[in-house]
């Protein structure tokens, strides 16, 4: 099925099967595993697949989206939702491409990668819906090149990414992995229908087949009597050559095998090296995230200004790993050297700067009813600074408050207002 020269390109191709992958449905051949059997038709055929694509294709987006992203304007967080912009991330890692635009209400919205050729022409199809029924209802199934008709957008862009994407870079590792892992499973499954081999038994030869049959193999020395009653499984070759092949597909991927990582008291030094491949492909995503807001507000600039959309700042909330030891104490360490609010928005335990530096403000400034005169100066001078209308930073100048409390000339809360009742 051809649409407008699109559906069963290679380019199209290349676009499902990366989603396919993303979704743990990778290609498994038909392996014949030859054996001794009892039913000769039947030959043991596992389809085991690792899901470690998705694995690493969700740790490179979860690195810049696992937590919602610092934005000064309210209009920007509700139209670029965490969820579809989650789900174009998913798309641009797997498949190399994202395609998102605006619907019929003009809200911003994640389109099936496929719906667009590479000339940025709309051809609006989705094949991978029609696959994903056919493998839940029927298990493995061949395309046949059906697809759903998608609406067509109010507007649309295509973003595609410069380097190969992650599936033209991992397909033959994961192929290779895979049907390794797939083929030992198959050797267990066969285990029991394996060749026997008899050498020395000069006795009863119906009681040694009897005992073949219920035991499986049996293993004798050369003088015909049993030496021992067991299978032998020695996959070490095997599992030298899986090793090699998971600790390649992290590799490539850049990404961080999680079962194999010594992070229990790493130092950030080490902690910040184990993800520095991670992290680079995680600004080119977040790059691509920006890329595809500006192209949306240049359509639809939701009421700012176009100085204000050229100097639009979107902080991504990278999900580094850090050691919080050091952390904590390099954040006390720099007491009086940097502000409070920079000191917080380091330390692994505060999630939102604002919120923490106003309980700060409540517990510090706020904190002693029963203090003495120069404790209420300083409740009396917050408070009219939180207060004021005419205060556009109020929130710094009770951060600023803060500091000087904090680190006031005398030894306690009474005695920390001397600079404050100056000004």
Not at 130 to 140: R, S, T, V
Request: charged fraction near 25%; glycine fraction near 6%.
């Amino acid at each position: 099925m051809i649409k407008n020269g699109w559906i069963g390109t290679s380019a199209y191709n290349r676009i499902l099967n990366a989603q396919l992958y993303y979704h743990n449905l990778t290609e498994i051949r038909n392996k014949q595993f030859v054996t001794k059997l009892t039913d000769r038709d039947y030959r043991t055929n596992a389809q085991l697949r690792s899901g470690l694509f998705g694995h690493i294709v969700q740790q490179r987006r979860d690195y810049v989206l696992t937590k919602p992203y610092t934005c000064s304007y309210d209009q920007i967080k509700a139209q670029f939702s965490m969820y579809e912009l989650r789900r174009a991330a998913t798309d641009y890692v797997a498949c190399g491409v994202m395609v998102v635009g605006l619907d019929a209400d003009g809200k911003f919205k994640r389109y099936p990668p496929e719906s667009v050729n590479t000339k940025g022409e709309w051809i609006g199809c989705d094949g991978i819906k029609p696959i994903l029924a056919e493998y839940a209802g029927d298990g493995q199934i061949t395309w046949e090149g059906k697809v759903e008709e998608v609406k067509r957008p109010a507007w649309y862009t295509r973003i595609d990414m410069e380097d190969p994407s992650l599936y033209d870079e991992l397909k033959p590792f994961i192929d290779a992995y895979e049907t390794l892992w797939s083929r030992k499973q198959d050797a267990l499954a066969d285990m029991p229908n394996s060749p026997i081999v008899v050498t020395g038994y000069l006795d009863d030869p119906d009681q040694f087949v009897n005992r073949v049959r219920e035991d499986g193999v049996i293993f004798l020395s050369k003088d015909g009597s049993c030496d021992e009653m067991r299978v032998r499984t020695d996959y070490t070759e095997i599992d030298k050559q899986l090793d090699r092949l998971k600790g390649a597909i992290y590799d490539i991927g850049c990404a961080v095998d999680m079962a194999t990582a010594v992070v229990g008291n790493t130092s950030s030094v080490a902690l910040r090296l184990l993800y520095v491949d991670l992290e680079s492909k995680a600004y080119q995503l977040a790059d691509a995230l920006m890329e595809a807001i500006r192209r949306t507000l240049a359509v639809n600039s939701l009421g700012l200004s176009q100085k204000e959309i050229d100097e639009l700042d979107i902080v991504w909330s990278f999900n580094s790993i850090v050691n919080e030891n050091d952390a904590i104490m390099n954040c006390v360490q720099s007491q009086n050297l940097i502000s409070i609010p920079t000191m917080l928005a380091h330390h692994p335990w505060v999630t939102d700067v604002d919120k923490e530096v106003e309980a700060l403000a409540k517990e510090v400034v706020f904190a002693d009813e029963s203090s003495t005169d120069d404790s209420q100066e300083l409740r009396v001078g917050a408070m009219q600074l939180r207060n004021s209308p005419h205060q556009r930073n109020n929130r710094e100048d009770v951060s600023r408050l803060i500091q000087k409390y904090v680190r006031g000339d005398g030894a306690s809360n009474t005695h920390k207002t001397t600079s404050l009742s100056k000004e």
